[in-house]
């Protein structure tokens, strides 16, 4: 038997992180929250992407098939590192 198309497939495989600096497509069963988790390591970074995507409005309504941008996020310690620090 010939493999059915994607689209046919109740949920498409989660596999796929998404990566920051990129443009993301919104699949079922996405938060905000799930894809600060997948592409940062932590749900909490989520205002990440909602700085980078300020037509979302509610971080608890987003839609499949609408694009998200992730942003490349600095890392802890580039946020934390004081640039006076010299060694």
């Given amino acids: 038997h010939p493999a059915e ?5 109740p949920k498409v495989p989660s596999s796929t992180i998404p990566k920051p600096g990129t443009l993301y497509k919104v699949v ?5 929250s799930a894809l600060a988790l997948r592409a940062y390591g932590h749900a909490s970074r ?3 992407i909602l700085k980078a995507n300020p037509l979302i409005t509610d971080a608890e309504r987003i839609f499949i098939g609408e694009f998200v941008y992730l942003p490349e996020a600095p ?5 934390s590192a004081s640039p006076a620090v010299k060694t």
């Fill in 5 to 9: 198309p994607q689209a046919t497939h």
């Fill in 75 to 79: 890392t802890d310690n580039q946020q």
């Fill in 28 to 32: 079922y069963g996405d938060t905000l």
């Fill in 46 to 48: 989520l205002d990440i």
